[in-house]
């Protein structure tokens, strides 16, 4: 893409059914307070950090299971979305004030103004002692289309993919001003519907498994751990993952 990102949200998605307690949850789970909701129908909130600008919102869904999207920012929507759709990416809808997208693989997202977001939110430190920070984005790939969506989402956002020394992982290096990275998961086999889907991680370092901890106690459920990665379903169903990864790390990497 021509067009320089200038900042990237993650976006859940929320059926209207269990909107208020998930928004609760992501409160209480990313030190955020919840926008006052916009929209023509209430349906949007910024999940505004205690400091920096958020690169966590929150959207109502009429049905169907929660979901994540990407909003990325850019000063030129025009001609950001030439370059995706020259890179295989597919316009799903054009309200107005933003783009709706697809991946080549079925990922959304959106091509959104850039209002002058910079300040990337620092972690948060618990009364537990330890810190933890909403860090990235996963891409679920399915593995027949892993290294198209690797070469387009490169592409898309110019950021330069590393090998993570794993064949299910590649990472996206994100610039110092970016809040979110991107990380790109081979998945063993395509779910149904075939498509790439995402989900969150935060990364909690050394205090993972008090955040574990602190994020059971607010309904979560553990599903599956590993030495590097725990997997967990909040009260509405949706899947996320509490890393190893210290959010103290330099974000380039």
């Given amino acids: 893409m021509t067009e320089p990102l200038r900042w990237i949200t ?3 998605d929320q059926p209207a059914a269990t909107a208020p307690g998930a928004l609760a949850f992501w409160e209480a789970v990313s030190g955020t307070r919840a926008s ?3 929209g023509d129908h209430d349906e949007f909130r910024t999940l505004a950090p205690l400091q920096g600008d958020g690169a966590l919102r929150f959207q109502v869904v009429g049905d169907g299971e929660p979901r994540l999207h990407l909003d990325l920012h850019v000063d030129d929507v025009p001609q950001a979305v030439e ?6 990416a597919s316009i799903l809808a054009e309200p107005g004030t933003h783009v709706v ?7 959304p997202f959106c091509l959104v103004p850039h209002q002058g977001e910079h300040a990337v939110p620092p972690p948060v430190t618990w009364a537990e002692g330890h810190t933890s920070a909403v860090d ?8 027949d289309l892993y290294e ?3 070469t387009f989402w490169e592409a898309l956002t110019g950021w330069t993919l590393r090998d993570e020394d794993t064949p299910e992982f590649m990472r996206l290096l994100r610039p110092p001003t970016m809040p979110l990275g991107l990380l790109l998961q081979r998945l063993e086999e395509a779910p149904p519907g075939g498509a790439v889907t995402a989900h969150l991680d935060l990364g909690a370092g050394a205090g993972a498994d008090p955040e574990v901890a602190r994020h059971l106690a607010l309904g979560a459920e553990e599903l599956w751990r590993s ?3 725990i997997t967990l ?5 949706r899947i996320y993952c509490v890393t190893r990864r210290s959010p103290g790390r330099p974000i380039s990497s």
Wanted: proline share 13%.
């Fill in 136 to 143: 990235q984005v996963s891409l679920d790939i399915p593995p």
């Fill in 101 to 107: 997208m697809t991946s080549p693989g079925g990922m």
């Fill in 233 to 237: 379903r909040d009260p509405s169903g």
């Fill in 36 to 38: 006052a909701p916009r």
């Fill in 148 to 150: 198209s969506e690797c």
């Fill in 227 to 229: 030495a590097w990665w």
């Fill in 83 to 88: 370059g995706a759709v020259a890179l295989g």
């Fill in 10 to 12: 993650a976006y859940l």
